[in-house]
């Protein structure tokens, strides 16, 4: 199933029942007094958040969402019973906006649930308007409309450190290495089409798609996938020692990163790692380190092929994580 972080849908909460006019029928007296009961109200419309995150590709042929009417009143003053509340899963990490008023709301704990359309009221029966000065009453009203709005939802996953960096910096085969996660991995850029998750002694790790220069403004695989990078705790950006310039590479990464919504990203905890340090000499590595102590970043190297650089990094993101 193809991984899906867009959804746009329409919804609407359930209409209020109908009051209704009804009359008390007693032996010698077949109009005895007004007994229509009140329509029930209309269901309601909640988003609750579920730990899911391929939810939103079942529901790409299910565009429209209605919560149950409420129910006509009936007589003997017996109200009409209400419509069910509908719930739509959604998500943890989920973004959702009403089209049409622009209200927003963010899902970020297991359960959490929203209500987002209100049902309409059930209508008044004929025995709601008895009074003094009119004791048979032949009035009723009608249930009113739910709410209905169009929502958009954007998932922006919710994980504990992103791995960023330009395309084939090695990042799908870091997360394979440190979680055991099935992550696709080629010698060529753009393998990662949709971003990966992996646990690691209960922190959550996503494998960011490769970025380039543009695509804060939709180049390349676009700015859909630096939201994924939004609500992570700890960037951990990764550069290729293989590279003709690291420092380039990380310039370009970063500039993106700036560049999205306002430089909310260059503002998390952020530290290096330089992979694929079997590529280089020993002395390369050094250098690079110092480069990097020079410009104020903690940094790392590791090869997915070293077995005790791997562990040693593990140990690394945890101490990292645990501070932040």
Request: include cysteine.
């Amino acid at each position: 199933m193809a991984f899906v972080d867009e959804l746009t849908f329409d919804a609407a909460a359930g209409k209020g029942g109908d009051g209704v006019e009804r009359w008390l029928h007693e032996k010698g007296k077949e109009y005895s007094g007004p007994a229509g009961g009140n329509g029930g109200n209309g269901g309601n419309v909640y988003m609750r958040a579920v730990r899911d995150l391929n939810l939103l590709a079942r529901y790409r042929g299910e565009k429209r969402f209605d919560a149950p009417s409420g129910a006509d009143g009936e007589n003997s003053n017996r109200h009409g019973k209400g419509g069910e509340d509908l719930i739509i899963d959604l998500p943890i990490g989920s973004l959702v906006r009403n089209l049409a008023t622009g209200e927003q709301y963010e899902l970020l704990e297991e359960g959490q649930k929203i209500m987002i359309l209100k049902g309409g009221r059930g209508g008044a029966g004929n025995a709601a308007f008895k009074s003094s000065v009119n004791i048979t009453p032949e009035e009723s009203t009608p249930g009113a409309l739910g709410e209905h709005a169009t929502f958009k939802v954007e998932l922006r996953i919710i994980a504990d450190a992103g791995l960023v960096g330009l395309p084939n910096a090695g990042k799908s085969s870091l997360l394979n290495a440190l979680t055991g996660a099935a992550a696709k991995v080629a010698p060529y850029a753009f393998t990662t089409l949709d971003p990966n998750l992996g646990a690691m002694y209960g922190y959550i790790i996503a494998d960011i798609p490769g970025l380039i220069e543009g695509a804060s403004t939709g180049k390349g695989l676009g700015f859909r996938f630096l939201r994924h990078i939004a609500r992570t705790r700890v960037i951990v950006h990764c550069l290729a020692l293989d590279s003709e310039d690291v420092w380039a590479d990380y310039a370009t990464v970063r500039k993106e990163l700036e560049s999205f919504e306002n430089g909310v990203l260059v503002k998390k905890p952020e530290i290096i790692l330089f992979t694929k340090s079997d590529m280089v000499e020993t002395g390369v590595i050094t250098e690079r380190i110092a480069e990097a102590s020079v410009r104020g970043l903690q940094a790392y190297y590791v090869s997915i092929l070293d077995d005790t650089l791997v562990e040693d990094l593990r140990k690394g993101l945890v101490a990292v994580l645990r501070s932040n």
